[in-house]
């Protein structure tokens, strides 16, 4: 068995694809595949793209005869809006935009006026149509089109008859089987106060994992963390400072660990729990670190 490994700046970050195969001349043929489908979907769902459907539909508020593909990520975006109750909200946009061009100061009239277009309840989908409800409304897919990226990646190499691959598109990552049949992939999650150090390793085996965190990047010449929660109408940093989540599939994981990290820690503990489509562990701004109770499963001794 040989392990071939290939890495490209795609989407904002670098891909990478691990493959154990026997076949490397058939390994570096998917390879090529795969990386053509995640330049596919970041055409679909770039904002930085004019020609994507998702700058279209910001700049004109509508899209008619959208993609399926769209429409269902757009669809489970809205769904885990609903679920984090709006701490993750796929409409940010612009908020993240009016922030990014402020310092320290931000008018409460205007603050107040761009909060009220970050709503994803008033996203219309009717067949291939999709409508925004309020005029300036845009959304932003980066935290949810990376890890439906991998997904599509994923249940393709499992087609073309590939037991033992790794995804990983900048922290969204998605497990086919294991190393070998016997050995699971593992995977360290960056400690957030010593960033060349790990604070946890996993083993995973045919699942997928994301971490977010708002350390990682800031906006507003360095003020305030890239990731926003429109729920508290201020903008003050959140008690997390990073978010893992432990699922089946890559867009859910991405997601959801963004949505952590701008919620209450406990609540958002609670919230995997009772959702029961994975685990989490969270850490605070405090140094306190929460877990879901079956996290620990996944914990390399």
């Given at each position: ?9 795609l ?71 609903k ?13 993240l ?5 402020k ?31 309020k ?36 922290g ?12 699971s ?47 508290l ?19 859910v ?34 140094k ?14």
């Amino acid at each position: 068995m040989f392990t071939i490994k290939k890495s490209m700046f795609l989407m904002g970050t670098v891909v990478s694809i691990t493959i154990i195969h026997d076949n490397i001349d058939y390994v570096r043929r998917l390879m090529d595949e795969a990386f053509s489908e995640f330049k596919r979907i970041e055409s679909i769902m770039s904002i930085y793209d004019d020609n994507s459907e998702v700058s279209r539909l910001n700049k004109q508020g509508f899209l008619e005869s959208a993609s399926k593909e769209l429409i269902s990520v757009l669809r489970e975006a809205i769904r885990i809006s609903k679920i984090t109750r709006g701490a993750y909200d796929v409409s940010i946009l612009p908020l993240l935009e009016y922030v990014d061009k402020k310092s320290d100061y931000l008018d409460e009239e205007e603050l107040s006026s761009i909060l009220d277009l970050v709503d994803y309840s008033s996203i219309e989908i009717r067949g291939e149509n999709i409508k925004f409800l309020k005029k300036g409304m845009k959304i932003v897919l980066n935290s949810i089109a990376k890890g439906y990226a991998v997904d599509l990646v994923s249940e393709y190499l499992v087609k073309q008859r590939v037991n033992h691959a790794l995804i990983n598109a900048g922290g969204d990552i998605r497990a086919i089987g294991g190393r070998t049949d016997k050995e699971s992939w593992r995977i360290a999650i960056r400690n957030p106060f010593e960033k060349d150090k790990s604070i946890s390793r996993l083993k995973i085996f045919n699942c997928s994992i994301a971490s977010s965190g708002g350390y990682e990047r800031r906006i507003g010449k360095g003020i305030f963390p890239h990731i926003l929660n429109p729920r508290l109408k201020k903008l003050s940093s959140s008690q997390v400072v990073s978010a893992t989540i432990i699922t089946n599939k890559a867009l859910v994981a991405d997601a959801l660990a963004t949505g952590l990290c701008a919620m209450d820690p406990a609540e958002g503990i609670q919230l995997i729990e009772d959702l029961g489509e994975g685990e989490a562990m969270i850490i605070t701004d405090e140094k306190e670190i929460l877990k879901t109770k079956n996290f620990q499963v996944y914990e390399d001794d």
